[in-house]
């Protein structure tokens, strides 16, 4: 049974930074496209940032280019993502997504919401002044 498990959400000043973690269990981060999108109220859901390993390569949405980076550690079958200047518009729900069998040319961060393969429960971050 595959889990992923999100941790390292929490309130931070705008400004601030946080780093997100998804553990995985039954499910190795070495395949396919994975990353993070986020929920927030009243808003659409949002792919923030995703990696696809058959080309190991990133990608980011405008909204956090620059600020937020993604990163694997295979050994730990972890992955994270590093946010740093937190804007209150980051606030929301954030929740890790892995599709192993995808096969587009790549892999852009709005796949995420919408993958139906595996996701976890979430983790909040809320941005404060």
């Known amino acids: 049974q595959v889990q992923l498990m999100e941790s390292g959400g929490g309130s931070v000043q705008a400004g601030g930074s946080l780093r997100l973690s998804c553990a995985a269990s039954?499910?190795?981060?070495?395949?396919?496209?994975m990353g993070w999108f986020r929920q927030a109220p009243g808003k659409e859901d949002e792919g923030v940032a995703s990696i696809y390993t058959r080309y190991d390569s990133t990608a980011y949405a405008d909204s956090v280019k620059g600020r937020f980076t993604i990163s694997l550690d295979n050994a730990k079958n972890t992955m994270y993502l590093q946010m740093n200047s937190l804007k209150f518009e980051d606030a929301a729900m954030y929740y890790c997504?892995?599709?192993?069998?995808?096969?587009?040319?790549?892999?852009?961060?709005?796949?995420?919401?919408?993958?139906?393969?595996?996701r976890g429960q979430g983790t909040q971050v809320t941005v404060s002044s």
């Open positions: 997504a892995a599709d192993p069998n995808y096969g587009g040319i790549w892999c852009p961060p709005s796949h995420l919401p919408i993958t139906t393969a595996y």
């Open positions: 039954g499910y190795s981060f070495n395949s396919g496209c």
